[in-house]
């Protein structure tokens, strides 16, 4: 049975920096690329970032660029999200996600989602 546990969300303040941890189980991690993608309330999910399988190409959505960064594990079987200078706007549920490419995950292709970590800005 495969499992994205998401994991370090939390009330943070604007400017704060985050660093959010996806551990994965049940696959064999280092096949996949992951991903990870927020959804704020009254919002539709929408993609953050993704990492390739070797963590040699990475991918972000233009909201993020230059704050966040992706890194992964693989002996770890964990792949995390660096958050830099955050801003209310990026108050959501973050989700992890596994999938056969940056773009297949980028793109709603996704083959394994993890249930989520809320992280909240104030501002």
């Known amino acids: 049975q495969v499992q994205l546990v998401e994991s370090g969300g939390r009330l943070v303040q604007a400017g704060d920096s985050l660093r959010l941890s996806c551990a994965a189980s049940g696959l064999t991690f280092s096949n996949y690329a992951m991903g990870w993608f927020r959804q704020a309330p009254g919002s539709d999910r929408e993609f953050v970032t993704a990492?390739?399988?070797?963590?040699?190409?990475?991918n972000f959505a233009d909201s993020v660029k230059g704050r966040f960064t992706i890194s992964r594990d693989n002996a770890k079987n964990t792949v995390y999200l660096q958050m830099n200078s955050l801003t209310p706007e990026d108050t959501a549920v973050y989700y992890c996600?596994?999938?056969?490419?940056?773009?297949?995950?980028?793109?709603?292709?996704?083959?394994?989602w993890g249930q989520g970590t809320q992280v909240t800005v104030s501002s």
């Open positions: 990492i390739s399988w070797n963590g040699l190409s990475t």
């Open positions: 996600a596994a999938g056969g490419s940056i773009y297949s995950i980028r793109y709603g292709n996704s083959d394994y």
